[in-house]
């Protein structure tokens, strides 16, 4: 069955410092999204991506924060200047078209010191 | 009141056992509803997608009730590897992102 990849599973970063996390969506997809969740919370919207632009995002999902489609397969989530409390498990996911389900991938761990 | 509202739990089971889950939600025009899992520190994982009434996979059933605005998961037959977070996800119509809620936690236990 296809998968939304993500890598690194693990990265720690110190603040202050950029960092860029990479997803790979399932190819035939076309709607691409972020989530986080910080340790012990619920999962938090990010920003969502269609048609190669932000069809939506959340207040978290500040100036210090982008996304990309550099090629026709990876998207990717850019923090320009970490912040401690950007440390979370980060999450893509991606779905075929609108009313069907999003699939997830494992995530990143980011860890900011 | 909130857009959906499950019971955080946590419930125990023992094995074998038959639980139920019930989550409501407030916006009457939603189309479609799902279920995912989470196990701890890991991604959620899509259980279940309904846009009819319910639908049916091996132990798990989620009916929809329309009028009352909820949506139930069953899981029959509760095996150890069922312990994980349960998370009812019922995007406003129009909108294609997930609001998650913190879930209901299940522990199944010998």
């Known amino acids: 069955e296809p998968e939304v990849t993500q890598t690194p599973s693990h990265q720690v970063t110190q603040m202050g410092q950029e960092v860029i996390l990479r997803c790979v969506p399932i190819s035939n997809h076309l709607y691409f999204y972020w989530y986080r969740q910080i340790l012990g919370q619920k999962v938090e919207f990010l920003v969502s991506?269609?048609?190669?632009?932000?069809?939506?995002k959340s207040e978290i999902f500040d100036d210090q924060f982008s996304v990309e489609r550099p090629d026709g397969s990876n998207f990717t989530l850019k923090i320009r200047s970490t912040k401690l409390e950007d440390s979370a498990m980060y999450f893509c996911a991606s779905k075929m078209r609108g009313d069907q389900p999003q699939h997830f991938g494992d995530g990143t761990r980011l860890s900011i010191l | 009141r909130k857009e959906v509202e499950q019971d955080p739990g946590p419930f125990n089971v023992p094995e074998g056992a038959t639980v139920a889950f019930n989550c409501t939600y407030s916006n009457s025009a939603s189309q479609s509803f799902f279920w995912y899992r989470q196990d701890c520190r890991k991604e959620p994982k899509l259980l279940m997608s309904v846009y009819s009434s319910g639908n049916e996979d091996g132990r798990f059933t989620a009916q929809l009730n329309r009028a009352s605005q909820y949506i139930s998961l069953l899981i029959r037959d509760s095996k150890l590897s069922d312990s994980a977070t349960y998370l009812c996800v019922v995007p406003p119509s129009g909108y294609s992102t997930l609001t998650f809620g913190k879930g209901t936690m299940l522990l199944v236990s010998p």
């Open positions: 991506f269609y048609n190669n632009e932000i069809s939506e």
